[in-house]
């Protein structure tokens, strides 16, 4: 079955971390890219970090840079996200997203948002507390 299963959220106070994980099934998970999208009601979606299983090059928007890092184990089939020195403002419902390296436009690192393209898991709830 076809499928990305999250986990790993839960409260932190902040400047706490925590570390979700993405195990992917039934897929080449080696011809995938790999992406972290969190939301916060009435917020647009935000890509926090990702990653090339291809070649490895990885992306992390401005707020997370010196505080969160991706990975990706291969032979697991699993995508990690370790988050450190954790905000109020991390606060959110964060999916991996997993697409086609192929399907990621030229320049980029990060999938296209486009979910037809893209499969995603059910979302792992992080929230920080002051």
């Not at 499928?3 to 959220?9: A, N, Q, R």
Request: charged share 20%; glycine share 12%; net charge neutral.
């Amino acid at each position: 079955e076809v499928g990305l299963v999250e986990s790993g959220g839960g409260s932190v106070h902040a400047g706490g971390s925590l570390r979700l994980s993405c195990v992917a099934s039934g897929f080449t998970f080696r011809d995938y890219t790999i992406g972290w999208s969190r939301q916060t009601p009435g917020k647009e979606p935000e890509w926090v970090s990702c990653i090339s299983n291809r070649d490895g090059s990885t992306y992390y928007t401005d707020s997370a840079k010196g505080r969160f890092t991706i990975s990706s184990d291969i032979a697991k089939n699993t995508a990690y996200l370790h988050m450190g020195t954790l905000k109020p403002e991390d606060t959110a419902v964060y999916h991996c997203v997993a697409t086609p390296s192929a399907y990621v436009r030229s320049g980029n690192i990060c999938p296209r948002g486009e979910r037809d393209l893209e499969l995603w898991g059910q979302g792992t709830l992080v929230t920080v507390s002051t």
